[in-house]
């Protein structure tokens, strides 16, 4: 008798460590699902809506591209690596485009934005120049 009652225990036992180990699982994938949506979030994917599309929003869109391009911003965790003038350069002609397209058209304030911008970008763009070239440094 004593030896039947040992045998349900060790079946109970063992529906108890499945049923736990099934839990734990659960929870690992679960962890996984968290763990990777967190990861793609981190990636760039929009975290909430998009910013209102206007002026600004372009100059700064198109000032992102040319700090990129001069090495200046890099992506978390990528190594750094050598500017890319001719896209720098692309993208700081496409704001003076936009300056020029635009004139007599804008806010003050826009205007002030997009003046101040290609100053600094154009500054910018010239010491990393000279710095690629082995040139002078100010």
Do not use: C, H
Not at 49 to 56: E, H, K
């Amino acid at each position: 008798m004593a030896e039947e009652k040992k045998l349900i225990i060790d079946e109970d036992w063992k529906k108890q460590a499945q049923q736990e180990k099934e839990i734990l699982a659960a929870k690992e994938k679960e962890e996984k699902a968290k763990q990777k949506a967190a990861d793609e979030e981190e990636i760039g994917q929009p975290a909430g809506p998009l910013p209102q599309g206007d002026l600004a929003s372009l100059i700064n869109m198109l000032t992102t591209q040319a700090l990129f391009a001069l090495g200046v911003l890099r992506v978390k965790g990528q190594d750094q690596r050598e500017p890319d003038l001719e896209m720098a350069r692309y993208n700081i002609d496409m704001l003076e485009t936009l300056q020029a397209k635009t004139k007599g058209n804008l806010t003050a304030e826009e205007s002030q934005l997009l003046k101040n911008t290609l100053n600094e970008l154009r500054m910018g763009f010239v010491q990393i120049a000279e710095s690629a070239a082995g040139g002078p440094q100010p």
